[in-house]
């Protein structure tokens, strides 16, 4: 027979169970409404334009020409960084953990009015307000509804605008068909052959071709505004596309290598190991030694 004290038992571990079964499918309670993008207006493929406006910094403007990106700037226009706007094209996918009418709300106590800051893209507007005491959830109103969503767009709109700016050094430019670096200049002959001058004897077509590669992907790590130079050493670029070659001032050759291009107003900051890769070629391979009197039948193998 089963004792009282293991009937007991039996039945706290049923009342367990039971307990777990409620808290899990919630009886007589309705599920919570799946989380629901913050508007439909839109579908980021076909956006052109984007426009921020900011409280504390210069507002910024984007639009889009057949694939590329890019931000205006008085004087002329800088391929945009491509990861930083894809980042503000999620905002209208962006879900909202809570929705309320914004005539229920005190605007001014949840920085909305005025908003910290506004986001334009196309014909949507995203007004910016704080960030919610508990959950830190930001609000944001469209038209007449406001939303609390993740916090992970504050920042990148309030990021300097020189962060916006595409990294790659040659974004808009085609192939090189010359390249001037300090101490030697590589050029492209009719005969699809690289000549580099001063000649290096031991330096390879592989090599040359490799030196060239780098420069038609490099990158930077991240970019700036420019901060002034008083250096005169420079690469300039020339490229199939452009009668205008590229000039890059070479504000820094260590810890990092910078390049600037003074005309925009900005700097790239590439890695430590970038000097080595895009202004010197690669040492040569030790020739294989000569003369062994290894005898190959006896080898190894």
Aim: hydrophobic share 40%; aromatic share 6%.
């Amino acid at each position: 027979m089963i004792g009282s004290r293991s009937l007991l038992n039996l039945g706290l571990v049923a009342l367990v169970v039971a307990l777990l079964l409620v808290a899990y499918f919630r009886p007589g309670l309705e599920p919570e409404p799946e989380p629901q993008p913050i508007t439909r207006q839109l579908d980021p493929a076909a956006v052109t334009t984007i426009h921020i406006e900011r409280q504390d910094r210069a507002p910024l403007a984007f639009s889009k020409e057949v694939d590329l990106w890019y931000l205006t700037r008085t004087g002329g226009r800088l391929p945009a960084a491509d990861f930083q706007v894809r980042a503000l094209l999620r905002l209208p996918k962006a879900t909202a953990l809570r929705s309320y009418p914004a005539d229920s709300l005190e605007l001014a106590t949840l920085g909305l009015d005025p908003p910290r800051a506004t986001v334009r893209i196309d014909a949507l507007t995203v007004h910016f307000g704080t960030t919610d005491a508990l959950e830190r959830k930001r609000y944001v109103r469209i038209d007449d509804a406001i939303h609390l969503i993740d916090d992970q767009y504050q920042q990148l709109i309030n990021a300097e605008w020189a962060n916006f700016v595409s990294g790659r050094l040659l974004v808009t430019r085609g192939p090189i068909t010359r390249l001037e670096l300090p101490g030697m200049t590589l050029a492209y002959d009719d005969d699809r052959h690289w000549q580099l001058d001063p000649e290096q004897a031991m330096a390879s077509a592989d090599a040359l071709q490799g030196l060239i590669d780098r420069w038609q992907t490099a990158s930077a790590l991240y970019v700036q505004a420019y901060s002034g130079s008083e250096s005169a050493e420079y690469v300039t670029l020339h490229t199939r596309d452009s009668e205008e070659p590229l000039h890059l001032q070479v504000v820094s050759h260590t810890p990092d290598l910078i390049l600037a291009r003074p005309e925009w107003g900005i700097q790239y900051h590439l890695g430590s190991d970038m000097q080595a890769s895009l202004l010197t070629l690669p040492e040569p391979l030790p020739e294989p030694e000569t003369g062994s009197t290894t005898d190959p039948d006896l080898s190894p193998g």
